[in-house]
């Protein structure tokens, strides 16, 4: 009997009707107003309701059964069932390859399994799709510094935090880098 992840990649993967993603919603113009929002804030707590409002926007899937995919995945994630959260994103990303949650998700749960290098890889692509995409941004921080490259990690936590100066990942400036980029044991 195939799981209900099993069977949403083989239908992903071979359904006809599974073929045809349509465009990620465009969030555009609700993204430039929580953006603007959140630069204006005056609080850490305030800023953490508008980065919650633009986590609705971006975990808004093309179609059903996309959102139906990054739900179980990220459910999954949450269960920490790595292997299978993988498996739901492998699914998504197959169905929606322009879909940057589905990178951006697959990329959380590999950081997880500290396969940094594969996480990288779909951070970047996540980034590509949505360049404003504030947590893929950070999360890029945060994984090139798991990889040892503190100073791009460092560089990717400050272009986050130019969209959004409250981030809790503002912490990891404070990583001590030596001239051959390598963090500094404290």
């Known amino acids: 009997m195939l799981t209900r992840v099993a069977f949403a990649c083989l239908l992903a993967l071979t359904g006809p009707g599974w073929a045809d993603c349509p465009p990620a919603p465009d969030i555009s113009a609700r993204m430039d107003a929580l953006l603007a929002e959140v630069q204006q804030v005056g609080s850490e707590q305030a800023a953490r309701g508008v980065s919650a409002r633009m986590w609705e926007e971006w975990v808004k899937a093309p179609d059903l059964r996309?959102?139906?995919?990054l739900d179980e995945g990220m459910q999954r994630r949450q269960a920490f069932d790595l292997t299978g959260a993988v498996i739901?994103?492998?699914?998504l990303i197959a169905y929606c390859p322009r879909?940057?949650?589905?990178?951006?998700?697959?990329?959380?749960?590999?950081?997880?399994?500290?396969?940094?290098?594969?996480?990288?890889?779909?951070?970047?692509?996540?980034i590509e799709l949505r360049p404003r995409h504030v947590a893929a941004i950070a999360g890029r921080g945060l994984t090139l510094i798991a990889l040892?490259?503190?100073?791009?990690?460092?560089a990717a936590i400050r272009a986050a935090m130019a969209l959004n100066p409250w981030l809790s990942e503002r912490?990891?400036?404070?990583?001590?880098?030596d001239p051959e980029d390598r963090a500094i044991d404290l």
């Open 66 to 69: 996309a959102q139906e995919l």
């Open 171 to 177: 912490r990891f400036l404070d990583l001590a880098v």
């Open 88 to 91: 739901a994103f492998d699914a």
């Open 99 to 126: 879909y940057a949650e589905g990178y951006n998700q697959r990329a959380f749960a590999n950081f997880i399994r500290e396969d940094y290098e594969a996480a990288l890889v779909d951070l970047d692509r996540a």
């Open 148 to 154: 040892d490259r503190v100073a791009d990690g460092q």
